[in-house]
Every structure is written in C-alpha cells, then in structure tokens.
C-alpha cells in the first residue's frame, strides 16, 4: 500500500523514455495537488532521521522469571524459564531460579514479532472490501473507493487531531497483536519521540541504518533521495533499504517496467528489502536473490486487491530470506498472527510447504535479519532485550502453537523489559501495583488486560481512551482493535 496519486493530464517524458511516478500518478491530496496526506506518507525515509527523546523506563521494580514452553534460538523447549533484569534477557535456563519471583505462565514464550511491512497511520481504517481485482497499485490509488475510503478520511484527520495519533492507535493494535516492532510509520509523525513498539526502520539500538522508499524514482522525480541512500548502502552505513516492488499481477506490463528500472538503477543490493514483489516472475526472483535481496511479503492484501501474491515458495527456494507484514488494515490482515496463517496456506498452495518453526522464525529470527537487527532482536538469548511475548497454550508443540494462535491468545508483552500489555493480574504483579494516566484495564476478547501506553514520559501522554476518543470525534468510522 502507498501514497496517494492521481492523473496528470500533460505527461512529459523523462531523458530515459520512461514515465516518471509523477508522470503515472501524481502525488494529490482531496482535490487539489497537494495536501496533508501527500505531503506526509508519499516520500518515505531517505536521510537520516534526527534521534528521538528517550522514554523514561518503567521497568518492573525487582528481576522476575517467566515460565512455560520456550522458543530458544536453538529449539523449543517444552518447560523452560525465562529470567528479566534490568530490560534484559538475564538467564534462559531449564532449571528453576531459587532467587526470584517466578511467574508460572503455562504458556508458550517466544520474542517479540516483527512486523516488516506496513502502513500504521492507515491502521485506524476499518477493513475494505475491494470491488474489483486490479492490475496493479496505481490502478486502485486512483480509483474512487480508495479516494472516498482512505484519502479523504486521511486528510481530514492529519488536520484535525494531533500529530501522532494515528501512529498511536496502530502501535496498540500492534502491540496487542504480539508485536513488538513495526517498519513503516512515517518519519513525519514519528520521528520526534521514542514509540510505543520499535519503529525498527528509524532509530533503533543507538542508530538509524534504515531507509525506505514508496515509489522508485524516474527520470530526475525523487533521484536524489535515492542516489543517498544508495551512496549510504554502499558506505555500509545501511543495512535495510526498504521499497515498494512491482505490487500487481503477474504479467502486468506496468510492475514489469518497474522491474526493469529497479534493476537499471542498481538497487538490487544485499541491503535491499522488496516489498510486495507480487508480479515478480520466477526469473525475476532468482535474479534478485543472487544480488543478495530480500523479501517482505503480505500475502492477504495481494490477494484481496490482485487476486494472486508473491511466489514466495519461488523466493525461498531461491535462497532469499523471507519475512513477513500485515500491510494496512483496509486490505491486508488484521493482526500480523493472521497474516501467518495466510502465509502458510498460501505457500502448500504454491507447492512448498512450510515446516511451524519456519514459518515462526519468518517473524522473529529471520525478520531480525531482514531488518539488520539480528544482534538486538529475533531470539531469546541472554544479554538481548527482553522483547517477550507469552501466548495461551493450546498446543503441545510451542511452534505449532504460535502458527494456530491469534491477538486473543496474547497473554503479556514485555519490550525492553517494559510490561506493556499483559493480563490484568500479571501486570499488577510484575509492575509492582503500578498505576498513572497511561495505564489502564482494558476488554480484550472477553479477557481483563492491562495496557500502559506510557511510551514518551510526562504528563501529556494519552491513553488509549485518550486516542480513541480523538480520532472518534473527527472520524466516526475507526476500525475497532479488539474485533
């Protein structure tokens, strides 16, 4: 999914022959050529962002132990205990701790997910129901159902509630979701103030090694952010370049030549990160796998706007690493545990099934290499950030469990050590009894929950009744989280 664009009715062709983004679909905004919602989602990340204030922790007063079924970086086990001091992971161990308080969870407990490709500020829209199949991403960016659905309600909102509301919202329906990291949300809305869940394509772990691009540039439109990040990939101060690929239909004339011009600019690189890919043929994806590519797939928005997705079995089998995003909310899945399930069935259907571990491992240990944050995230491993998520236990095998498990199953989620969102008893229990403005019960599928959105400090942190009410007040239509 991407920014909004509309018809020129003069195109002028670029030096090299071939449209320009402008020259397909000109960046818009209600009605005239520009507004909010152009302005803010349609350049993406090319430079690097300035550093964002730190929160202020509000870890659990004393080291605590959590026990159940382990996700290890070395296999599952089926009892283990998982020790947390001072934000860190500080002990992985089958043996009980005699030192600390142990918190018997008869759960499973993996890393936190990872959530490498979507559209947050869009995350408060209700789902869409596309009415027809398209042929590619500019097809339904122009048509009147996104116009009338997303755009308009878009512009509204960026006028009338405050910055950062939006991205607020969908950091909770992620958070809740089990997701501890997210890419996508603009550096505009968030790049003044740490977030709730890692925006792990900006600042993350002391740095900013990320960048990320919506459209590729053609002709002179948008060359020089790209020429920057590329000098920056090259200088290896990038490690994760992010861009929208050929989103369409196989056979697709339009993704064909973006295709090409993607592999005339020389951004194929092993930094590179394709989203989407969907009108990628076999070929096409066994030559970017060579260059060292990697793939970001959302299988339910493709299939919901083109009626086809990414050969994803193609791409693994061609050695690309492979991870996975629930896109935006209008077309893609509701919660990143939905799209696995999507994922998994897509992938018998393409005739290369995938093992529970492995498709586990595409939103945790393998989405940290994608993200080039392997060393911080992705595994429970003693020394990393405690970015824990415990889920109910239906199934005796912990990796089966987390492929069948959906945002009810979410039981506790930790990020840095932070108890952010966790059943009402264990909150009160590891937090200390805590209490403030940020945090508050909440119903989560028929389930008491707690959730601090506390993430930036002060006074002036909204909760989530808060962000509600104000994106509510200004759009009646939000798409509910707990639904």
Request: proline share 6%; glycine share 10%; charged share 20%.
């Amino acid at each position: 999914m991407a920014g909004a664009l509309t018809r020129r009715t003069r195109p002028a062709r670029s030096a090299a022959g071939t449209k320009t983004a402008l020259e397909h679909w000109e960046p818009d905004g209600s009605r005239g050529r520009s507004g909010p919602f152009a302005k803010a989602y349609s350049r993406g990340i090319t430079d690097e962002l300035p550093e964002p204030s730190r929160r202020r922790r509000a870890l659990p007063p004393a080291p605590f132990a959590l026990h159940g079924a382990v996700i290890t970086p070395d296999g599952a086990w089926s009892s283990g205990y998982v020790t947390v001091a001072s934000g860190l992971v500080d002990r992985v161990s089958k043996r009980k701790p005699s030192d600390i308080a142990v918190l018997e969870t008869d759960g499973v407990i993996l890393p936190g997910l990872l959530d490498l490709h979507g559209h947050p500020e869009f995350n408060v829209f209700a789902a869409w129901e596309p009415p027809k199949v398209y042929a590619n991403r500019y097809a339904w960016r122009r048509s009147k159902p996104y116009q009338a659905l997303v755009r308009d309600p878009q512009n509204v909102l960026l006028t009338q509630v405050p910055p950062k509301t939006q991205t607020r919202y969908a950091e909770v329906r992620a958070l809740v979701g089990g997701v501890t990291g997210i890419q996508g949300a603009s550096g505009a809305s968030t790049a003044s103030s740490e977030p709730l869940v890692r925006n792990i394509d900006q600042w993350a772990f002391g740095a900013h090694r990320a960048r990320s691009l919506i459209d590729l540039p053609s002709g002179s439109f948008g060359k020089e952010g790209f020429d920057r990040i590329m000098e920056r990939i090259s200088d290896q101060d990038v490690n994760a370049f992010y861009v929208h690929l050929s989103e369409g239909r196989r056979g697709d004339e339009v993704s064909a030549k973006e295709f090409r011009r993607f592999i005339e600019l020389g951004a194929a690189t092993p930094a590179t990160n394709i989203i989407h890919g969907s009108a990628l043929t076999a070929d096409d994806l066994h030559e970017v796998a060579a260059t060292g590519c990697r793939l970001v797939w959302s299988p339910q928005s493709n299939l919901r706007l083109y009626g086809e997705t990414t050969l994803a079995g193609e791409a693994i089998a061609a050695g690309m690493l492979v991870a996975l995003g629930a896109d935006w909310l209008p077309s893609g899945s509701t919660s990143l545990l939905g799209e696995m399930k999507v994922a998994r069935r897509e992938l018998a259907r393409q005739g290369h099934p995938i093992a529970a571990a492995d498709l586990v491992a595409m939103v945790t240990s393998v989405a940290a290499r994608v993200a080039g944050l392997d060393e911080h995230l992705g595994a429970i491993a003693v020394g990393r950030p405690a970015d824990l998520v415990v889920l109910e236990r239906h199934q005796q095998d912990p990796y089966e469990n987390v492929c069948l498990a959906d945002p009810s199953w979410v039981e506790l989620v930790c990020i840095g050590g932070d108890v952010t969102y966790a059943r009402a008893d264990w909150f009160g229990q590891l937090s200390g009894a805590a209490t403030g403005t940020t945090i508050e019960d909440l119903t989560a599928w028929g389930k008491p929950m707690r959730l601090d959105t506390g993430f930036q400090g002060g006074a002036d942190v909204p909760s989530l009744s808060a962000v509600r009410s104000a994106l509510t007040a200004a759009y009646p239509a939000v798409g509910p989280i707990f639904a």
